[in-house]
C-alpha cells in the first residue's frame, strides 16, 4: 500500500477518440474523415477511399453500443470520460454553412447516457479526425480558411452541448503536426514535399483556431474549461555531454512550443529564432495576435513514454527506437511495440509543466498497448492481464508523487479503458482496456465484451481514491 493522496474530487476515468471506437463511418449522415482512408494507421499514407479492411470504419461499433459501454465504465465507477467529437459528423465536408443534426443528435444520446449514470464529459474537439473534403479541398491547416470552419464547427457544438459539457480539448496531441502532417493537420501535400514554412503556417492556423474557440467558450458560457492537449515526452541527454544538454533543449524546444503558445498568447524567443535561422515568415495578423492571447485554462496531456536525445549525430542516426524519434534509453524496458516504460517520466513531466506553466494540469492518456490473451476462469471469459495493472499502478503511484511535489492536477484518464483500433498501426490486436473486445485484426470477431481483471483493480483504485495503489519498483531491463 502507498500514502497516495488524491485530492477529493480528483476525476478518474477513461479516453476515446470517435474514429477508433465508433464505426459507422458513412452512418447518420457522417462524412468521409482522413482516417477513412488510412487503413494501415496515421503513421502511413493514405489510400484514395474507404476500403474493407481499414478496421475503424466499423471501430468497436460504439455508435450502436454506447449505452452498454458507458453502464461498464460507470460500473468501474468512472467520475469523467474523455471522448471526440468526429466534425465530419456534425460538417460532412467541413466547409458547410449549416451542420447536421443527426450528427447532433447522436452526441446528445451519448451525453444523456453519461449524465443517466453521473459521469462528466470531456470533449475533444478534433482527434486527428479532420474531414477529408477538408484536406483535398484546402490542403488542411496549411489554408488559414480552416480557422472558419473550425470556429463555425466549435461554435455549434459549444452552443449546443455547453450547458452539459464543462471540460473542453481543442486539438489531440497538437504538436503531433510536426510528425505526421496529414493524420494530424489534414495536409494532404506529401510529408517530404511540405516546406517547412507551410508546416509551421498550418501550426500557426491550428494554434491561432484553438485561442479563438477559447474565446469563443468563454463568451458562450464563462464557466467552460478550455484546455490544450499536448504529446507529454520527458527527454533526456544520452550522457552529461552539454552537447547532449542542447540536444535535449533544442528537442524539448519543438515540442513544448505549442503549450507555450497556448499558456502565455504569444511565440516564445527561441521560436522567433526558429523560425528567423529557417527562413520561415509567418503571415500572422493583428487579428491573429489578438486571438492568441486568449490563453487556456488548462494543459492535458499524454504520456507513454520519455526518450533520450544526443548531440552527436552518429548516435542520433545509429539510434532510432522510439515512435517519436529520439534515442533508446538503455536502462528501461519497452512495450512489445518498442514504446519504453518510464513511470517516472511521468512524475518528471507533471513537475515541469507546472513549473513552466502554473496551469490546472490533466492527463487523458496512459496507458499499454499489449497482445491480449482471452481465457476462460471460473466459467467466464476474461484476460489475466497483469502487466496492465503494473503498468498503470507503477505510474499512478508516480502521479501521487507529482501531486506530493505541489502539481495541481484535475484528473486521469487511461487511453482505451476498452479496446480499440490504434492510431498508429491500425491494429486491434494492440489492446489497452479494462474491456476487452472480440475483434482481430483480419475484421473477424463478435464484438462482445469482457470484463479483463483490470477492471476490478481500476474500480478499487477509483473507489479508493488512489489509496489501492501500491508502492514497487518499477519494472527494470
Ligand atoms: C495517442 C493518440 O497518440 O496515443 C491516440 O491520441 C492513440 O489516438 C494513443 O490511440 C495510443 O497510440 P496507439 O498508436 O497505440 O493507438
Not at 509551421?200 to 485561442?211: F, M
Not at 528501461?332 to 496551469?359: T, Y
Not at 482481430?440 to 469482457?450: I, V
Request: aromatic share 12%.
Amino acid at each position: 500500500m502507498t500514502t497516495a493522496r488524491f485530492p477529493d474530487g480528483f476525476l478518474w476515468g477513461g479516453a476515446t477518440a470517435a474514429n477508433q471506437i465508433e464505426g459507422a463511418y458513412d452512418e447518420g449522415g457522417k462524412g468521409l474523415s482522413i482516417q477513412d482512408v488510412t487503413p494501415r494507421g496515421i503513421m502511413h499514407d493514405r489510400v484514395a477511399g474507404p476500403t474493407a479492411d481499414n478496421l475503424k470504419l466499423e471501430g468497436i461499433d460504439f455508435y450502436h453500443r454506447y449505452a452498454e459501454d458507458i453502464a461498464l465504465f460507470a460500473e468501474m465507477g468512472f467520475t469523467v470520460f474523455r471522448f471526440s467529437i468526429a466534425w465530419s459528423r456534425i460538417f460532412p465536408n467541413g466547409d458547410e454553412e449549416t451542420p447536421n443534426e443527426e450528427g447532433l443528435a447522436f452526441y446528445d444520446r451519448v451525453l444523456d447516457e453519461l449524465e443517466k449514470h453521473g459521469i462528466e464529459p470531456l470533449v475533444t474537439l478534433s482527434h486527428y479526425e479532420t474531414p477529408l473534403h477538408l484536406a483535398e479541398r484546402y490542403d488542411g491547416w496549411v489554408n488559414r480558411d480552416l480557422i472558419g470552419f473550425y470556429e463555425r464547427y466549435a461554435r455549434t457544438c459549444f452552443e449546443r452541448y455547453g450547458d452539459r459539457v464543462k471540460y473542453w480539448l481543442t486539438f489531440n496531441e497538437i504538436n503531433s503536426v510536426l510528425h505526421i502532417p496529414f493524420g494530424s493537420g489534414g495536409i494532404n501535400t506529401p510529408r517530404d514535399e511540405l516546406s517547412k514554412k507551410d508546416l509551421y503556417q498550418a501550426i500557426h492556423h491550428e494554434l491561432v483556431a484553438s485561442a479563438r474557440v477559447t474565446r469563443v467558450a468563454h463568451e458562450i458560457n464563462p464557466d467552460l474549461k478550455v484546455g490544450c492537449m499536448v504529446i507529454s515526452m520527458p527527454i533526456y541527454p544520452l550522457t552529461p555531454n552539454p552537447d547532449d544538454v542542447i540536444a535535449v533543449m533544442n528537442a524539448d524546444h519543438a515540442n513544448l512550443m505549442f503549450s507555450d503558445v497556448h499558456t502565455r498568447g504569444y511565440y516564445p524567443g527561441y521560436a522567433q529564432r526558429f523560425f528567423r535561422e529557417n527562413g520561415i515568415v509567418l503571415d500572422i495578423t493583428d487579428q491573429d495576435r489578438e486571438d492568441l492571447a486568449h490563453t487556456v485554462d488548462f494543459v492535458s496531456f499524454s504520456y507513454y513514454m520519455s526518450i533520450c536525445e544526443s548531440g552527436d549525430p552518429q548516435v542520433k542516426a545509429d539510434g532510432a527506437g522510439n515512435i517519436m524519434g529520439g534515442v533508446p534509453n538503455p536502462t528501461l524496458a519497452a512495450s512489445e511495440w518498442g514504446w519504453q516504460i518510464d513511470p517516472k517520466g511521468l512524475r518528471i513531466v507533471l513537475n515541469q509543466f507546472w513549473d513552466r506553466w502554473q496551469k490546472p494540469l490533466f492527463i487523458v492518456e496512459n496507458g499499454l498497448g499489449a497482445k491480449d490473451q482471452l481465457v476462460e476462469v471460473d466459467g467466464e471469459m476474461t484476460v489475466e492481464d497483469d502487466y496492465r495493472i503494473a503498468y498503470l499502478n507503477d505510474h499512478l503511484v508516480q502521479v501521487a508523487e507529482a501531486i506530493e511535489d505541489g502539481v495541481e492536477l484535475w484528473g486521469y484518464t487511461t487511453w482505451g479503458p476498452i479496446d480499440l483500433v490504434s492510431a498508429s498501426t491500425a491494429q486491434l490486436s494492440k489492446r489497452y482496456g479494462f474491456i476487452y473486445v472480440d475483434r482481430n485484426d483480419d475484421g473477424t470477431g463478435s464484438l462482445t465484451r469482457y470484463k479483463k481483471r483490470s477492471f476490478d483493480w481500476y474500480a478499487e483504485v477509483i473507489r479508493t481514491n488512489g489509496a489501492s495503489l501500491e508502492a514497487r519498483e518499477a519494472l527494470k531491463v
